[in-house]
């Protein structure tokens, strides 16, 4: 078993902490820009829309993945409504979702590509994601279910939000290797999938269905029909974007071949 002894406070300012989470989170942001920039300037999308839509992206996705926490814990914020407004527990898919519907609001506010804005976003996305989840094993949340597999690890801090002294699945790093082979997949195919659009819907499938998968090894509460809120959720992205991926390739392929003929 491998055991993780860090403390998740990585220094003190006077009365803040700052954690290796939020560090994380931060480096997260930078990754999904600096990739996003770059996929402007092949695009030749001006610097000056990524900064802004990045501002959207992060407003959004902090509000929506508040919005999913607080629905994930209905009862509790229910005999806490004051509580409701703050920043304590975060839904990683409420992340994703508000931060892409920033994104496109402000795509379609400056009419722009939606399609191509999307496109532009997904490859640092899901690289972001990845490196943001190294936050998570730092921290210990998101922490998987009890193992005996040799590859499990072991929390020994006490301010560690896992379970302490179990061997539990390292489903931070399940989801960390899921999103780097999926950065790989959508970067070796980004400047020939077609048509535009393609590589969100792929960025969101990807995602979608790793999740899924991973969170049956996770620590969690049944939402509905024994599944966590999270998966849920999941089916539903995969219901709508897989087969619309699937759909307008074909299509595209229909109408060259047409053309070609």
Not at 53 to 69: D, E, K, N, Q, T
């Amino acid at each position: 078993m491998i055991q993780i002894g860090l403390d998740p406070v990585a220094f003190v300012l006077g009365p803040f902490e700052v954690r290796w989470y939020g560090i994380m989170v931060v480096l997260a942001i930078l990754s999904i820009i600096a990739i996003t920039l770059l996929e402007a300037k092949r695009a030749g999308i001006s610097q000056d829309h990524v900064y802004n839509f990045a501002l959207w992206g992060i407003i959004g996705g902090i509000l929506v993945s508040r919005l999913v926490h607080v629905i994930d814990k209905w009862d509790y914020y229910m005999a806490h409504p004051a509580q409701i407004i703050g920043f304590a527990g975060l839904g990683v898919y409420g992340a994703v979702i508000g931060a892409l519907l920033g994104v496109l609001s402000y795509a379609w506010l400056k009419k722009l590509s939606l399609w191509q804005m999307g496109d532009l976003v997904a490859p640092g996305a899901i690289l972001g994601q990845a490196v943001g989840r190294v936050g998570c094993l730092l921290n210990g949340c998101c922490y998987g279910l009890p193992t005996t597999l040799p590859w499990g690890i072991v929390y020994t801090h006490p301010g560690s939000y896992a379970v302490t002294n179990t061997p539990v699945h390292p489903t931070q790093v399940y989801h960390i290797i899921w999103n780097l082979a999926g950065f790989a997949i959508l970067w070796s195919v980004r400047k020939r999938l077609k048509p535009r659009g393609s590589l969100m819907l792929l960025w969101l499938s990807w995602y979608a269905a790793g999740d899924l998968a991973i969170r049956f090894f996770r620590a969690g509460e049944p939402f509905l029909f024994g599944l966590q809120q999270a998966q849920l959720l999941g089916i539903l992205i995969l219901l709508v974007a897989a087969p619309l991926l699937v759909f307008r390739m074909v299509r595209v392929r229909q109408l060259g071949q047409n053309q070609a003929g």
